[in-house]
């Protein structure tokens, strides 16, 4: 299978990574309209329908990282030793740079560096995908010899199975009846989950079930992998056929499940909110790890494939841009939280500030695009610093 590459790369991968940074500010840009108060907080029935749109055209902007690292690791190319020795320069030392900057920005340094010992700092709450992208690397060399050798047909037999975990957290919620239902417990962080409604072997002494080991991220990395291996050049019109009813699918999946579940808790009174739990049990389709998602990345992945720009914007703007993703994703709350805040002071809250309907909107994009503009200019410089700036974004 022939791709279109620049220097090596995989034009569209570049063009994906680009537009997944954008998308992951979009989504934060999003937070402080949903988010508020005790944890969860929507101040009109506008806000909750603006908060559910925005964040789930996009939500499939952290999957869309791990198969682009799949597409392009997976199965590895080298030894595990080297293929470890690379990411530790590359993902692990930023990582810990910029946990420490987060720790001394927000909150108490010294509780911040404790709480470092065992998870991310809540204050930036961003950082999980770190953890978990690791804990994805670690399984790639268990996993690579198979990859090497998996046939078509079985490779979506495993696929299949993963598509059914991707219902689970659907299940669970209908299994518990609904918010008043399901049971809340705090992590170290201090960011609450649902507890599980045990299902298919869970039970209170033992959480690894049935469907456990092929749930999660796994699926994407084996979604990377067959995109690489099996889905050649498709023409226009028949990717058309397969992405636009997999993105509206799953559009309507993840959509219409936060304002279903925000306007059955609220019954027509606004505002509405509590504790983070609320907010928690809102997102219930907006999991990552859920079957709309899939759907929506599933279509994102063919369209981008189908990107084949590599001119002058590509190989001046772009490129050095995707070069700097990881950093982009890395510090950009640190811009964006004055930029959203700002904007909220200048524009009002709600229907009631001066763009009226269109407040919460505009507040939205504006700060998602100069959030992402400043992210990205600031994480190209950094790169350039002669013989450090790999240390610092990657």
Request: hydrophobic share 50%.
């Amino acid at each position: 299978m022939t791709q279109l590459k620049t220097e090596k790369r995989l034009v569209w991968v570049d063009w994906m990574r680009v537009a997944a940074c954008f998308m992951v500010i979009l989504v934060h840009a999003t937070e402080p309209f949903y988010l508020g108060g005790e944890g969860a907080l929507i101040l009109t029935k506008m806000d909750a329908f603006w908060s559910s749109f925005f964040d789930s055209i996009v939500r499939a902007c952290v999957p869309l990282f791990v198969v682009a690292s799949s597409y392009l690791q997976f199965p590895l190319h080298y030894s595990s030793g080297q293929f470890f020795k690379r990411r530790a320069v590359r993902i692990l030392l930023p990582f810990l740079l910029w946990s420490a900057i987060y720790a001394f920005a927000w909150g108490e340094p010294v509780e911040n560096f404790k709480n470092l010992l065992f998870n991310f700092n809540s204050a930036a709450g961003h950082l999980w995908f770190v953890y978990m992208l690791i804990g994805v690397y670690l399984l790639m060399p268990l996993l690579s010899p198979w990859a090497e050798r998996v046939g078509k047909r079985e490779l979506q037999v495993y696929l299949g199975i993963w598509a059914f975990t991707t219902i689970i957290p659907i299940i669970r919620d209908f299994v518990a009846g609904g918010f008043d239902g399901m049971e809340f417990v705090y992590g170290v962080s201090g960011l609450s989950r649902a507890a599980q409604t045990p299902l298919w072997g869970e039970s209170s002494w033992n959480t690894y079930g049935t469907f456990y080991y092929l749930s999660g991220f796994v699926g994407y990395l084996l979604l990377g992998l067959y995109f690489r291996r099996f889905v050649g050049e498709l023409s226009w019109k028949r990717t058309l056929a397969i992405s636009l009813p997999c993105y509206l699918g799953g559009f309507a999946i993840v959509f219409g499940g936060f304002l279903r579940r925000v306007f059955e808790m609220a019954q027509g009174v606004f505002p509405v909110g509590g504790l983070v739990e609320r907010a928690v049990w809102w997102e219930t389709t907006w999991n990552t790890d859920t079957i709309g998602i899939a759907l929506m990345t599933v279509a994102c992945i063919l369209l981008f494939k189908k990107v084949k720009s590599s001119g002058s914007f590509y190989n001046k703007v772009l490129l050095p841009v995707s070069k700097a993703s990881y950093g982009i994703y890395l510090l950009h709350l640190l811009v964006l939280v004055p930029i959203s805040g700002a904007m909220r002071e200048w524009l009002g809250v709600g229907t009631e500030g001066i763009l009226g309907v269109w407040t919460t909107p505009v507040q939205i994009v504006v700060s998602a695009l100069l959030g992402f503009l400043a992210s990205a200019v600031v994480a190209v410089l950094l790169q350039k610093i002669p013989k450090v700036g790999k240390y610092i974004v990657g």
